[in-house]
Nanobody, 113 residues
Framework: QVQLVESGGGLVQPGGSLRLSCITSGSIFSLFTMGWHRQAPGKQRELVATITQRGSANYVDSVKGRFTISRHNARNTVYLQMSSLKPEDTAVYYC???????WGQGTQVTVSS
């Protein structure tokens, strides 16, 4: 079964860090550009970061310099390292294979003091 499983979310104080992981069901995902999206209550889903098959990364302006997306294709895993977290980063974060309907279940990130 095609499956993406996110983990690593939690409650952190402003300025803290989290590392999210997305474990995919197989090496097929190494062929796709992968992305992290987030959705806060009452807000539309937002693309946060993407990484191509060869490792080229792009970020939404609001997270540039704070977030780093990476992938380890041999481990079928995509990561999102989040630093200098702000309350406005609070959202459910989802892993996605771009231009597909392959999504994970989401992991909650809450930034609050």
């Amino acid at each position: 079964q095609v499956q993406l499983v996110e983990s690593g979310g939690g409650l952190v104080q402003p300025g803290g860090s989290l590392r999210l992981s997305c474990i995919t069901s197989g090496s097929i995902f190494s062929l796709f550009t992968m992305g992290w999206h987030r959705q806060a209550p009452g807000k539309q889903r937002e693309l946060v970061a993407t990484i191509t098959q060869r490792g080229s990364a792009n970020y939404v302006d609001s997270v540039k310099g704070r977030f780093t997306i990476s992938r380890h294709n041999a481990r079928n895993t995509v990561y999102l390292q989040m630093s200098s977290l702000k309350p406005e980063d609070t959202a459910v974060y989802y892993c996605n294979a771009d231009h597909t309907n392959f999504w994970g279940q989401g992991t909650q990130v809450t930034v609050s003091s």
